[in-house]
């Protein structure tokens, strides 16, 4: 049981690596731009990956009537994430240090996990709405309104996940190393359940 | 786990065949440089190995080109008003062209040289002189453009100039018409013993700037070249001069009767510590010092008075006169500074000296003569070799690192490598034709990049399609880094190249700003947003802080000025990306367009004459709007009463 809350104590502290690396990433690639350009979306902001990133992205933005993108102080998930990553972290250290001092059931593990899952899954769907509002609520006074092959106006969505082709730019959108690190920290603590049930199960044996 | 595992050995397998393949093109772009068509091809996209830059000669600017490709890379301004990015032409860089005789819009732009730690190019700025107006600009190699400029006083010709010493310590200049000093009215023909040829030293600041330290009150000889020495002749300046016949017309022929005119050398340190313990004389000298400020973006014009001027009879052991045969030119110092190479241009022979017996003769009072005081050394006691018979009219030598030297031959358009030492010829190729200077990127340096040669041709003929009586300057690139010379390609130079300096493209390529960052802008007119753009009016000046960013001005439509209103149109370029410019140009304006870079505010002046509604616009093809960036400004009587108001999509 040590080495299980052990586990569960490293896996869960991973995730305050989204207070120091970025959750995801987004960069635009276009000839004119032979070295990209593009942004880190951190848990409190968002951050170009060159210096003047986000101005040049909003500039060019401009053209085909998008909104400018959020500064940190207008996004409600902005203040609420680091919150939310903040309070589980510490939540699954404490859940870890009882496993150790205390003995709790390595169900508490699991039950940290599959909450940690259904706001991951909540969070994602977040990003998606706000992605897709981005990309579809354009200016009516928009320079280039541009329609699809049915007449309907282009989405400019970003992927939520991979690359995709968006007028002259090829746009790629993955994690970066926070998102990484808490991947890998959810699989430690799934682990550190499955090591903590093995074991009482061996007690019991 | 396992998938993990996997994929984690994915990355590490393409990361190794990724690096493998790069390892590989290499090697394939060693193995495969028999042409010379390879040997000058950059693929599209790909970057020169070399950065030349090219003095402008009468454009009085100086061009940069890469190498070997021979692509002109920018024309940097420099002496001369640039209508193309508005260069002594804004209100903020016409300072730059103040002299103590006033506003001058042209130069004479000759010997560009880059800055040096311990004898190697370091690549912080380039100077280049002036020979006309006596002056040294000097470049900044991040921005690519003049920092400053100072003048120099008493002097005339500035020929012998701009070459730095091994630490960028001192960068001098020389007087190559002897004039009276200070000048005065007096008769031509009685210049004997009454002219003098001051060489100045100006002193270089570790944030670059200049200060004209002192000058050396020479007497009124030509001095045309000068280098300093390098490695075990650091701390020794050494300039050849013609005219010792002080002859004052038709001198082609009467500067040509002396078989023997002088190279002189110059212990420089001697003369700084002279001048530390309160040595020379403060004599009068009115100069402008131009310095160009990267924050304000915008430059300042100082007159400056006096200058402290040294005899050279008054600094024990400091200055000699070395013989040489028959009017030289140029004056070149070997990498290990043991050699000086002096180029009698109507010679026939190549006089090198040695650093080391010149020593032993000054040790031994081995002197054969005086020139107005000063010790004449002997000429057999000084020299070290003789190149015999390389060819006719020897002007210029650098050097390959490898103990060869490369020099030029206007008369018989060549050039000719010897060896150091033992004074033989290797091989010789034709320039085409009468090669003034050569350069060899690094090539006056402790450690020259022997791989390049550049010829720079005063005369162009036929070498390229016919473009009328005017012909722009040729330059040849050779491949020296075998034992023998290979001619790579032509190419046509902008101006007059006289000089150049080359510096391997990676030790400056990165430090190249992208552009100026909009927060440190502290220009008093700057608008660094658009809610800061606005028009005010003092008396009949109108000043208008507009914002430019693609595709629109703001404001855009302004009214309420008046003819005869002198109105200044600040533009900041609110842009903050690589290689976004704006321009600005107005309808009757008597000036250049402005070219404004990203985080950049310049100005120019418009005084309107007729009542109207007049059109301003963008200049550089900025955006897929371009063509709708542009306004208006409405032009009201002189006596009306039409309010000041602008506006942007009102």
Same mark, same amino acid.
């Given at each position: 049981?040590?080495?299980?809350?052990?586990?569960?104590?490293?896996?869960?502290?991973?995730?305050?690596?989204?207070?120091? *690396?970025?959750?995801?990433?987004?960069?635009?690639?276009?000839?004119?731009?032979?070295?990209?350009?593009?942004?880190?979306?951190?848990?409190?902001?968002?951050?170009?990956?060159?210096?003047?990133?986000?101005?040049?992205?909003?500039?060019?933005?401009?053209?085909?009537?998008?909104?400018?993108?959020?500064?940190?102080?207008? /996004?409600?998930?902005?203040?609420?994430?680091?919150? +939310?990553?903040?309070?589980?972290?510490?939540?699954?250290?404490?859940?870890?240090?009882?496993?150790?001092?205390?003995?709790?059931?390595?169900?508490? *593990?699991?039950?940290?996990?599959?909450?940690?899952?259904?706001?991951?899954?909540?969070?994602?769907?977040?990003?998606?709405?706000?992605?897709?509002?981005?990309?579809?609520?354009?200016?009516?006074?928009?320079? /280039?309104?541009?329609?699809?092959?049915?007449?309907?106006?282009?989405?400019?969505?970003?992927?939520?996940?991979?690359?995709?082709?968006?007028?002259?730019?090829?746009?790629?959108?993955?994690?970066?190393?926070?998102?990484?690190?808490?991947?890998?920290?959810?699989?430690?603590? *799934?682990?550190?359940?499955?090591?903590?049930?093995?074991?009482?199960?061996?007690?019991?044996? | 786990?396992?998938?993990?595992?996997?994929?984690?050995?994915?990355?590490?397998?393409?990361?190794?065949?990724?690096?493998?393949?790069?390892?590989?093109?290499?090697?394939?772009?060693?193995?495969?440089?028999?042409?010379?068509?390879?040997?000058?091809?950059?693929?599209?996209?790909?970057?020169?190995?070399?950065? =030349?830059?090219?003095?402008?000669?009468?454009?009085?600017?100086?061009? +940069?080109?890469?190498?070997?490709?021979?692509?002109?890379?920018? #024309?940097?301004?420099?002496?001369?008003?640039?209508?193309?990015?508005?260069?002594?032409?804004? &209100?903020?860089?016409?300072?730059?062209?103040?002299?103590?005789?006033?506003?001058?819009?042209?130069?004479?732009?000759?010997?560009?040289?880059?800055?040096?730690?311990?004898?190697?190019?370091?690549?912080?700025?380039?100077?280049?002189?002036?020979?006309?107006?006596?002056?040294?600009?000097?470049?900044?190699?991040?921005?690519?453009?003049?920092?400053?400029?100072?003048?120099?006083?008493?002097?005339?010709?500035?020929?012998?100039?701009?070459?730095?010493?091994?630490?960028? &310590?001192?960068?001098?200049?020389?007087?190559?018409?002897?004039?009276?000093?200070?000048?005065?009215?007096?008769?031509?023909?009685?210049?004997?013993?009454?002219?003098?040829?001051?060489?100045? *030293?100006?002193?270089?600041?570790?944030?670059?700037?200049?200060?004209?330290?002192?000058?050396?009150?020479?007497?009124?000889?030509?001095?045309?070249?000068?280098?300093?020495?390098?490695? %075990?002749?650091?701390?020794?300046?050494?300039?050849?001069?013609?005219?010792?016949?002080?002859?004052?017309?038709?001198?082609?022929?009467?500067?040509?009767?002396?078989?023997?005119?002088?190279?002189?050398?110059?212990?420089?340190?001697?003369?700084?510590?002279?001048?530390?313990?309160?040595?020379?004389?403060?004599?009068?000298?009115?100069?402008?010092?131009?310095?160009?400020? &990267?924050?304000?973006?915008?430059?300042?014009?100082?007159?400056?008075?006096?200058?402290?001027?040294?005899?050279?009879?008054?600094?024990?052991?400091?200055?000699?006169?070395?013989?040489?045969?028959?009017?030289?030119?140029?004056?070149?110092?070997?990498?290990?500074?043991?050699?000086?190479? =002096?180029?009698?241009?109507?010679?026939?022979?190549?006089?090198?000296?040695?650093?080391?017996?010149?020593?032993?003769?000054?040790?031994?009072?081995?002197?054969?003569?005086?020139?107005?005081?000063?010790?004449?050394?002997?000429?057999?006691?000084?020299?070290?070799?003789?190149? %015999?018979?390389?060819?006719?009219?020897?002007?210029?030598?650098?050097?390959?690192?490898?103990?060869?030297?490369?020099?030029?031959?206007?008369?018989?358009?060549?050039?000719?490598?010897?060896?150091?030492?033992?004074?033989?010829?290797?091989?010789?190729?034709?320039?085409?034709?009468?090669?003034?200077?050569?350069?060899?990127?690094?090539?006056?340096?402790?450690?020259?990049?022997?791989?390049?040669?550049?010829?720079?041709?005063?005369?162009?003929?036929?070498?390229?399609?016919?473009?009328?009586?005017?012909? #722009?300057?040729?330059?040849?690139?050779?491949?020296?880094?075998?034992?023998?010379?290979?001619?790579?390609?032509?190419?046509?130079?902008?101006?007059?190249?006289?000089?150049?300096?080359?510096?391997?493209?990676?030790?400056?390529?990165?430090?190249?700003?992208?552009?100026?960052?909009?927060?440190?802008?502290?220009?008093?007119?700057?608008?660094?947003?658009?809610?800061?753009?606005?028009?005010?009016?003092?008396?009949?000046?109108?000043?208008?802080?507009?914002?430019?960013?693609?595709?629109?001005?703001?404001?855009?439509?302004?009214?309420?000025?008046?003819?005869?209103?002198?109105?200044?149109?600040?533009?900041?370029?609110?842009?903050?990306?690589?290689?976004?410019?704006?321009?600005?140009?107005?309808?009757?304006?008597?000036?250049? &367009?402005?070219?404004?870079?990203?985080?950049?505010?310049?100005?120019?002046?418009?005084?309107?004459?007729?009542?109207?509604?007049?059109?301003?616009?963008?200049?550089?093809?900025?955006?897929?709007?371009?063509?709708?960036?542009?306004?208006?400004?409405?032009?009201?009587?002189?006596?009306?009463?039409?309010?000041?108001?602008?506006?942007?999509?009102?």
């Amino acid at each position: 049981m040590k080495s299980a809350s052990i586990l569960m104590i490293i896996g869960s502290a991973l995730l305050l690596g989204l207070f120091i *690396f970025p959750l995801w990433s987004i960069t635009l690639e276009a000839p004119q731009y032979p070295s990209g350009i593009g942004m880190n979306i951190h848990l409190d902001g968002l951050e170009g990956k060159e210096k003047h990133d986000l101005q040049n992205i909003d500039g060019l933005n401009h053209y085909i009537g998008m909104s400018k993108l959020p500064k940190d102080d207008e /996004m409600w998930e902005f203040s609420a994430f680091p919150k +939310v990553v903040g309070g589980m972290a510490i939540l699954g250290i404490i859940i870890g240090f009882l496993g150790l001092l205390k003995n709790i059931s390595p169900k508490w *593990f699991l039950t940290w996990l599959l909450f940690m899952c259904v706001l991951g899954v909540l969070g994602m769907y977040d990003f998606n709405n706000w992605m897709v509002e981005y990309g579809t609520n354009l200016d009516p006074k928009a320079i /280039m309104k541009m329609t699809d092959a049915d007449g309907n106006p282009l989405s400019y969505k970003p992927p939520l996940f991979g690359t995709k082709h968006i007028l002259n730019f090829v746009a790629h959108s993955y994690p970066h190393t926070g998102a990484y690190m808490m991947g890998f920290g959810m699989f430690l603590t *799934f682990v550190a359940y499955w090591l903590g049930n093995k074991k009482i199960k061996s007690l019991k044996a | 786990m396992k998938t993990i595992g996997k994929y984690i050995m994915t990355i590490a397998t393409l990361t190794i065949l990724v690096s493998c393949g790069n390892s590989n093109d290499g090697d394939k772009s060693g193995a495969l440089t028999s042409s010379k068509a390879e040997k000058v091809y950059v693929a599209p996209g790909e970057h020169d190995e070399y950065y =030349g830059f090219m003095s402008g000669g009468y454009s009085g600017n100086v061009t +940069v080109y890469g190498l070997p490709s021979g692509r002109m890379l920018k #024309e940097i301004p420099v002496f001369s008003q640039f209508p193309t990015s508005g260069y002594g032409y804004s &209100e903020e860089t016409k300072a730059m062209l103040n002299t103590s005789f006033g506003f001058v819009p042209w130069g004479d732009a000759h010997h560009p040289d880059i800055s040096q730690t311990e004898g190697e190019l370091d690549g912080r700025w380039i100077f280049i002189n002036e020979n006309n107006t006596p002056r040294i600009a000097r470049i900044s190699l991040e921005t690519f453009e003049t920092e400053e400029i100072i003048e120099l006083p008493n002097s005339a010709g500035n020929h012998a100039s701009s070459f730095v010493t091994e630490n960028t &310590e001192y960068i001098v200049a020389g007087t190559r018409f002897a004039v009276p000093n200070p000048q005065r009215d007096m008769p031509i023909n009685e210049m004997k013993g009454k002219f003098k040829g001051p060489l100045s *030293f100006v002193s270089i600041a570790d944030n670059g700037r200049m200060n004209l330290e002192f000058q050396l009150n020479m007497p009124g000889f030509n001095y045309d070249l000068a280098h300093p020495g390098r490695n %075990k002749s650091h701390g020794w300046f050494f300039f050849t001069s013609y005219n010792t016949e002080e002859a004052n017309t038709l001198m082609e022929v009467n500067a040509s009767q002396n078989d023997k005119d002088y190279i002189a050398a110059v212990n420089w340190k001697k003369i700084v510590d002279y001048v530390k313990n309160g040595g020379g004389k403060k004599v009068s000298g009115t100069y402008a010092h131009n310095v160009y400020d &990267e924050k304000t973006h915008s430059a300042t014009s100082t007159m400056k008075e006096g200058v402290i001027s040294i005899n050279p009879k008054d600094v024990e052991g400091a200055v000699y006169y070395i013989p040489i045969p028959k009017s030289p030119h140029g004056c070149d110092v070997d990498p290990s500074g043991e050699y000086i190479i =002096g180029s009698g241009k109507l010679s026939t022979d190549l006089s090198v000296y040695s650093f080391e017996k010149m020593l032993t003769a000054i040790e031994n009072k081995d002197f054969v003569d005086d020139a107005y005081g000063i010790p004449v050394l002997s000429y057999e006691n000084t020299i070290a070799g003789v190149v %015999k018979q390389p060819g006719l009219g020897p002007l210029h030598t650098e050097f390959d690192g490898k103990g060869n030297a490369y020099t030029t031959f206007f008369i018989s358009s060549e050039v000719v490598k010897w060896k150091l030492g033992t004074w033989e010829v290797l091989d010789r190729l034709p320039t085409f034709y009468s090669v003034g200077h050569l350069m060899i990127p690094g090539g006056n340096s402790r450690k020259p990049f022997g791989k390049y040669m550049v010829a720079l041709n005063k005369i162009t003929k036929d070498r390229y399609l016919p473009t009328g009586p005017e012909l #722009e300057h040729s330059a040849q690139l050779y491949d020296i880094s075998g034992d023998k010379m290979e001619l790579l390609s032509d190419f046509p130079t902008h101006g007059e190249p006289h000089y150049a300096a080359g510096i391997r493209a990676d030790l400056i390529k990165d430090k190249s700003k992208k552009y100026y960052d909009l927060e440190e802008n502290e220009h008093p007119y700057a608008a660094k947003s658009e809610s800061e753009s606005k028009v005010t009016r003092d008396g009949n000046e109108v000043h208008i802080n507009m914002t430019m960013i693609r595709s629109h001005f703001s404001p855009d439509n302004i009214e309420g000025v008046k003819v005869g209103d002198k109105v200044f149109f600040h533009m900041t370029n609110l842009e903050q990306d690589f290689d976004v410019p704006h321009g600005f140009s107005v309808i009757g304006a008597n000036t250049s &367009e402005i070219l404004v870079m990203p985080g950049q505010t310049k100005t120019i002046v418009w005084e309107p004459k007729r009542e109207g509604v007049w059109p301003f616009y963008c200049t550089d093809f900025c955006s897929a709007l371009h063509q709708e960036m542009q306004g208006y400004v409405r032009v009201s009587g002189k006596n009306s009463n039409t309010p000041i108001k602008y506006s942007l999509d009102e």
